[in-house]
């Protein structure tokens, strides 16, 4: 069964530094996802990426972060100078249309610890 | 403001004892509403969705149904494999956004 691969699984860096979390979506896929979760807390929309462009972006989406899409396979999350409240799982996500009638298909996450 | 509230926030249940768990949400136009089970350290697996009031949705043990002010997830007769948090979460008219509920830990014993 295909498969959205999240690497690293786990990253830990020191405050103020630029992190990028990686994500290979399933290929024929169009509606890409970067979502939250906080130990404890819900999982939280962050951004969705349509046709190359950000489509819709929470209020957690500030300058701090970017996402791109640099080639045909790879759909990353950049956090450009991180902080401590940042430290979350973060998951990616596609799927084929964007209503969701599938679902989305997530991946395992990336827990980022920043210290 | 767009809201999922879930309950109960966990749940014991023995093998083949039968329950059902409540995703009370309020949203401006409901696109959809998703049911997932996530697993420790995993991502949320798909389940189901539905849309509008009166739909049913079955696959094994789980049943999910909808009404305009809730959904809820009915367990049939459950395994210990089907210990996870069930997460619901709804998409509002006018965004692909999911807004998720905080979850219901399920816990089966054997």
């Known amino acids: 069964e295909p498969e959205v691969t999240q690497t690293p699984s786990h990253q830990v860096t020191q405050m103020g530094q630029e992190v990028i979390l990686r994500c290979v979506p399933i290929s024929n896929h169009l509606y890409f996802y970067w979502y939250r979760q906080i130990l404890g807390q819900k999982v939280e929309f962050l951004v969705s990426?349509?046709?190359?462009?950000?489509?819709?972006k929470s209020e957690i989406f500030d300058d701090q972060f970017s996402v791109e899409r640099p080639d045909g396979s790879n759909f990353t999350l950049k956090i450009r100078s991180t902080k401590l409240e940042d430290s979350a799982m973060y998951f990616c996500?596609?799927?084929?249309?964007?209503?969701?009638?599938?679902?989305?298909?997530f991946g395992s996450g990336t827990r980022l610890t920043v210290v | 403001e767009d809201q999922v509230t879930q309950s109960p926030e966990a749940l014991r249940l023995q093998e083949g004892e039968s329950s059902s768990l409540n995703c009370s949400y309020t949203?401006?136009?409901?696109?959809?509403l998703f049911w997932y089970r996530q697993d420790p350290g995993k991502g949320p697996e798909f389940l189901f969705t539905?849309?509008?009031a009166g739909e049913e949705k079955e696959k094994e043990r789980l049943k999910a149904t909808l009404t305009k002010k809730e959904s809820f997830l009915h367990i049939t007769a459950p395994k210990p494999e089907d210990s996870a948090t069930y997460l619901c979460?709804?998409?509002?008219?006018?965004?692909?956004?999911?807004?998720f509920g905080t979850g219901t830990r399920l816990k089966v014993l054997a």
């Open positions: 979460a709804v998409q509002a008219a006018g965004t692909y956004k999911y807004i």
């Open positions: 990426f349509y046709n190359n462009e950000i489509s819709e």
């Open positions: 996500a596609s799927s084929e249309g964007g209503l969701g009638a599938y679902g989305y298909t």
């Open positions: 949203v401006s136009g409901l696109r959809g």
């Open positions: 539905l849309y509008s």
